[in-house]
Structure formats: C-alpha cells, structure tokens
C-alpha cells in the first residue's frame, strides 16, 4: 500500500497544507495503516452529504478527544473535482488530519482507472498489503460508523503499535508492514516454549525432591 505513494507527494489537510515528499515521511504515515481512499467532488450532492459522516467516523478513530491511542488509519482524498477551487473548497469541510493528492498531480486519475472508481463517493479501503479490503465502504460507514474499523482490523490482522514494545519501534519504517505480525507470532510461540520447558524442569524438580525425600526416610532418618 505504501507503494502507491512512496514517489507522490501528499499534502496534509492542515492550515499550512505542510507537504510528505520524502520516502521516510510517506512510510512513516502509511505504513501498517488500513488506507481509505476517498473519491469525492465537490459538485457532488452525495459526496456533501457524505462528509459530516465520514469526518465523524474519522474522528472518533483518530481524535484524542474520543481515543486514548490513534487508530492504524490513514485517510486520503482523491479529488475528481474539476478545478482546484472546487477542490479545495471541499478539503475545508473535511478533517485536517485528511490526506490529500494536489489537484496538478495526474496520478488521481490513475487510481480512479486502478481501483475501476465510476461513481461518487467511492471509499476503497486497502489492508497494509495493498489488498482490497472493500471496493466502497461507504454504506459501511454509513450504517456501522467506526465499528467498521474493528472489521478491517481484524481481517487485516492489524498489530497496533500501542501494544507493543518500546524496542518495536526502532527503525519501524525501514520494516515491512507484516513485520510487527511475524514477530509477534514469534514471540508468541517463544513464550509458549518457555512455558513448557519451566512446567516440565518444575515437575522434574519436584519428582527429584519426592525421591530424595522417600530415600531419606528408608536410611531411618526422620
């Protein structure tokens, strides 16, 4: 999924309109993150009826108002507006943590081909693979709110970072996506291990000290 982007810019949706041009900062923002890909205009009655909805399911997975730890999401607007006007008249209703594609850049029209986008507005939503998850969620999220991210998490197999190690961060965008999932299954089945060994080396130990116990008493001890 961080493919899809890693030689774009994408412009944050914030008052300065800060642009990620750098690989690090695209990796850093998308990685091991389910991935919305929002297809809207803003001459579009659905779409305006849309963002409210969308803006509070967002919210409430990403806003620490309503969240103790930010969600794995990321959210991204490909505009098919007709002007950069209509454009940006449609960011300043939407979240200011939205991602955004300049209106110059020609690949928002390579992702409506890519992801066969015909009608508006379309919400496909990417596991951390790049797989599609839904082709539109939009009903979705209309009818489950963010009830639907626990879905996608769990097809995904989404390792939140919050319950992980503080080790597990380094150099975490330098790793695949699967990475914090190979390795938690690996740390899991370690533990596991250990669990066994110590049971059996408790059971031996305490077979020994029954043994040495018997023999005591047949020497006539006490």
């Known amino acids: 999924m961080v493919d899809f982007f890693v030689n774009r810019v994408l412009v944050e949706n914030n008052w300065d309109q800060d642009e990620l041009n750098t690989e690090r900062e695209i990796v850093g923002i998308l990685e091991n993150r389910i991935l919305l890909l929002l297809f809207a205009s803003a001459e579009c009655g659905k779409c305006k009826e849309f963002v409210p909805v969308l803006n509070d399911f967002f919210k409430r997975l990403k806003d620490p108002a309503y969240i103790e730890y930010p969600r794995l999401l990321a959210l991204i607007y490909i505009s098919l507006d007709q002007s950069e006007e209509q454009q940006g008249r449609f960011l300043k209703e939407m979240h200011k943590k939205v991602l955004f594609l300049a209106f110059e850049d020609p ?13 508006v507005p379309t919400v496909v939503v990417l596991r951390p ?11 979705d999220i209309y009818r489950l709110g963010s009830e639907c991210f626990l879905n996608w998490q769990e097809s995904s197999e989404l390792i939140e970072r919050s319950f992980m190690l503080n080790e597990e961060f380094d150099n975490l ?7 914090p999932v190979r390795r ?5 089945e370690d533990d596991k291990r250990k669990k066994r060994w110590w049971r059996l080396w408790g059971r031996g130990r305490a077979d020994n000290e029954e043994s040495g116990s018997v023999g005591y008493k047949e020497r006539g001890g006490l």
Do not use: C, H, I, W
Request: charged share 35%; hydrophobic share 30%; net charge positive.
């Open 173 to 179: 965008n330098m790793r695949s996506a699967t990475d």
């Open 129 to 139: 693979d790049g797989s599609v998850l839904s082709p539109n969620a939009v009903q």
């Open 107 to 119: 690949y928002r029209k390579e992702l409506q081909a890519k992801f066969k986008v015909k009608d």
């Open 184 to 188: 938690l299954k690996y740390k899991t």
